[in-house]
């Protein structure tokens, strides 16, 4: 069958408002996960302090102080090289694959700082945060081997037993470059 004159018009106008309206959706979806800029006066780059830090923002949520107790466990352990601390940080799915020695190899020069919560969401619950990452080159991912690496991270958070633990990454809003 072929389409002309109003047939084709009709046809191509329906496939340009689908192309668009999918653009529209992709771009609203992509916006609503990293619309919010960095915190007022945040940095990026290694820092002493340790402290998972709240934006406004994320402080005005109602479970702000259980993110903030749960993301400060969480890279705690890993700075302090505590395996069983950051059992008791992360889901069950999210430890089942790691060993204590295979952990503690993987996280062996990692310090992480610089922590700040931009935002906090439910639906699930989730936690942007932006932090630095300084590790020797054989450890950073292997698309960015760097030996210091600014994140924006949005982990998802779920309660474990009435304990908030972090349950994983979202896949679609990280991002990561190299510290200059």
Same mark, same amino acid.
Request: glycine fraction near 6%; include cysteine.
């Given at each position: 069958?072929?389409?002309? /004159?109003?047939?084709?018009?009709?046809? %191509?106008?329906? #496939?340009?408002?689908? #192309?668009? /309206?999918?653009?529209?959706?992709?771009? @609203? +979806?992509?916006?609503?996960?990293?619309?919010?800029?960095?915190? +007022?006066?945040?940095?990026?780059?290694?820092?002493?302090?340790?402290?998972?830090?709240?934006?406004?923002?994320?402080?005005?949520?109602?479970?702000?102080?259980? #993110?903030?107790?749960?993301?400060?466990?969480?890279?705690?352990?890993?700075?302090?090289?505590?395996?069983?601390? @950051?059992?008791?940080?992360?889901?069950?799915?999210?430890? =089942?694959?790691?060993?204590?020695?295979? @952990?503690?190899?993987?996280?062996?020069?990692?310090?992480?700082?610089?922590?700040? #919560?931009?935002?906090?969401?439910?639906?699930? %619950?989730?936690?942007?945060?932006?932090?630095?990452?300084?590790?020797?080159?054989?450890?950073?991912?292997?698309?960015?081997?760097?030996?210091?690496?600014? @994140?924006?991270?949005?982990?998802? %958070?779920?309660?474990?037993?009435? =304990?908030? =633990?972090?349950?994983?990454?979202?896949?679609?809003?990280?991002?990561?470059?190299?510290?200059?």
């Amino acid at each position: 069958m072929r389409l002309r /004159g109003r047939r084709l018009t009709m046809v %191509l106008t329906i #496939v340009l408002l689908v #192309v668009l /309206g999918g653009g529209a959706s992709a771009a @609203w +979806a992509l916006g609503r996960t990293r619309g919010t800029p960095m915190p +007022a006066g945040y940095s990026a780059g290694p820092t002493v302090d340790e402290t998972v830090q709240l934006s406004g923002t994320a402080h005005e949520h109602p479970r702000a102080a259980d #993110v903030q107790l749960t993301l400060q466990r969480y890279f705690d352990a890993i700075n302090r090289r505590d395996f069983d601390a @950051w059992l008791t940080s992360v889901a069950a799915d999210q430890s =089942v694959n790691q060993t204590a020695d295979e @952990w503690s190899h993987e996280y062996s020069t990692t310090v992480d700082s610089n922590l700040v #919560v931009a935002t906090i969401q439910d639906d699930p %619950l989730r936690a942007r945060l932006m932090f630095t990452s300084e590790q020797d080159v054989a450890f950073a991912p292997k698309g960015l081997p760097a030996t210091c690496i600014n @994140w924006d991270l949005t982990y998802l %958070l779920t309660d474990r037993d009435g =304990v908030l =633990v972090l349950s994983g990454i979202d896949p679609s809003t990280q991002s990561m470059v190299a510290c200059r």
